[in-house]
C-alpha cells in the first residue's frame, strides 16, 4: 500500500469513528436517546396499569422505581411491568439492564394516622386508621380493659393494609401508657409516636417516660409528661417527635375565634397556650407554621387575629421568631398547624 493510499484509509478511519461519536452523542442511539425512550416506554407501560403512585427514572439503561405502592403485590407488579417494557437484550439490544427498587409502603407512609384522646378518668375516645380488621378489634379490646370508664373506638381500615404485628404492638404501648395518666392524648403517625398528658406523681410520669422509650422497632415515641406539682418531663428529641406531641396537645376541639371578633374562644385559647408551652420544649431548629383562614370578616379581621394567635402561642413574648403566621383563603379550619425544620 502506497504513502497516499495509507493516508486516505487513516482519515477515512477518522472520519468514521468521528461520524459515529457524534451519532452516539447526539443520534437516535445515543445514550441519551436511549435512556429517553426507555423512560418513555417504562412509564407508558405503568400508565397502561394504571399504576399512576409509581415513578420511574432512568440511569443509562438502569431503571430506579420508586413511589409508594398500596401493597406488596403491586409493588412486584410495578418492578416487573417496568423490566419487561422494552424488549430484553441488555446493553446490546438497548433494553433494560437492572430494576432499582426504591418504592416504599402507602401504608406506612400514610401513617395510619392514629390518636386517642382521654379526659380527666373519662371515656377514652379512639380514631383514625387500622392495618387491618384483626388489629383493630384487638386495640378496641385493649383499650375497653385497660381505660376504667370504657372506650370509644372508630378506627378505619386502611384499602390494601395488610397485617402489622409491630403496629399494634406500638398502638397499644401508646394507649397503655395513655391509661395510666390523669388525662392526655395520644397520637401514632408513620413510624412517629407522641404522648402528652397529666400525670398524678411524678414517679408515674418518669416510669410512661421510660416505657416509652422502647418502642416496637422500627417506631418510636416523643412525651411530654406533666406531674402534679413538678416539672415537665420531656422527651422532643427533633422534628418529627415535635410534630407528635404538637399534633397530640392540640386536641380533638375545633379551633375557631368568636364570630366576627379578634379573639379566640376560650376553648380555643386555652388550646393555643398549652401548644405554645408544648412548642417550647421542642428542639431550636424547630419552626410551628400557622395559617389562619381569611373568613368573612376579610384579610385585616384574619391580621388582627394573627397577632392575637402569636401572642396566645408565644405566652405574650415579643419577638418569637420560630413561630410563622400566614393566611390563607383555601382551607376549611379556622387555623391550621405544621412543624419543620428552620434550616429547611
Known amino acids: 500500500m502506497t504513502l497516499r493510499a495509507r493516508n486516505i484509509l487513516l482519515i477515512a478511519l477518522a472520519g468514521l469513528l468521528a461520524v459515529t461519536a457524534l451519532a452516539m452523542a447526539f443520534g437516535p442511539f445515543s445514550i441519551a436517546s436511549l435512556q429517553s425512550r426507555l423512560e418513555t416506554n417504562a412509564r407508558a407501560a405503568l400508565d397502561r396499569r394504571e399504576m399512576d403512585w409509581a415513578h ?14 398500596p401493597n406488596d403485590t403491586a409493588r412486584e407488579i410495578a418492578l416487573e411491568v417496568v423490566a419487561g417494557s422494552t424488549w430484553s437484550g441488555g446493553s446490546i439490544a438497548g433494553g433494560v439492564t437492572r430494576v432499582v427498587d426504591e418504592i416504599t409502603d402507602a401504608r406506612t407512609d400514610r401513617g395510619f394516622s392514629f390518636r386517642a384522646d382521654v379526659a380527666f378518668r373519662g371515656r377514652v375516645l379512639i380514631r383514625g386508621d387500622a392495618t387491618d380488621a384483626a388489629a383493630r378489634d384487638a386495640i378496641a379490646r385493649f383499650a375497653t380493659a385497660n381505660f376504667p370508664n370504657g372506650a370509644d373506638s372508630d378506627l378505619t381500615l386502611i384499602p390494601g393494609g395488610a397485617p402489622a404485628a409491630e403496629w399494634e404492638e406500638a398502638a397499644k404501648r401508646l394507649l ?7 388525662r392526655g392524648a ?3 403517625s408513620g413510624q412517629q409516636g407522641g404522648l402528652y398528658g397529666d400525670a398524678e406523681n411524678p414517679q408515674i410520669a418518669r416510669s410512661v417516660a421510660n416505657t416509652l422509650q422502647s418502642m416496637p422497632a422500627p417506631f418510636r415515641a416523643a412525651s411530654i409528661i ?10 422532643v428529641p427533633d422534628i418529627d417527635a415535635c410534630a407528635a406531641v404538637i399534633r397530640a396537645a392540640q386536641g380533638t376541639d375545633a379551633l375557631r375565634f368568636e364570630t366576627g371578633g379578634v379573639g379566640a374562644s376560650p376553648l380555643t385559647e386555652i388550646a393555643l397556650r398549652r401548644l405554645g408551652r408544648t412548642f417550647g420544649a421542642c428542639p431550636e431548629d424547630a419552626r410551628l407554621s400557622v395559617t ?9 379581621l384574619a391580621r388582627q387575629r394573627a397577632e392575637q394567635v402569636r401572642s396566645l402561642l408565644s405566652g405574650g413574648a415579643e419577638g418569637e421568631s420560630r413561630v410563622i403566621v400566614a393566611l390563607a383563603d383555601d382551607q376549611l ?12
Request: aromatic share 4%; glycine share 12%; proline share 4%.
Open 226 to 235: 406533666i406531674p402534679a406539682g413538678a416539672p415537665a418531663i420531656v422527651n
Open 333 to 344: 379550619q379556622a387555623l391550621t398547624f405544621s412543624v419543620s425544620s428552620i434550616e429547611g
Open 56 to 69: 420511574v427514572r432512568f440511569r443509562g439503561q438502569e431503571a430506579i422505581v420508586s413511589g409508594a405502592a
Open 176 to 182: 397503655g401508657q395513655l391509661a395510666r395518666l390523669e
Open 292 to 300: 389562619i383562614n381569611i373568613a368573612d370578616g376579610g384579610e385585616e
Open 186 to 188: 395520644i397520637v401514632l
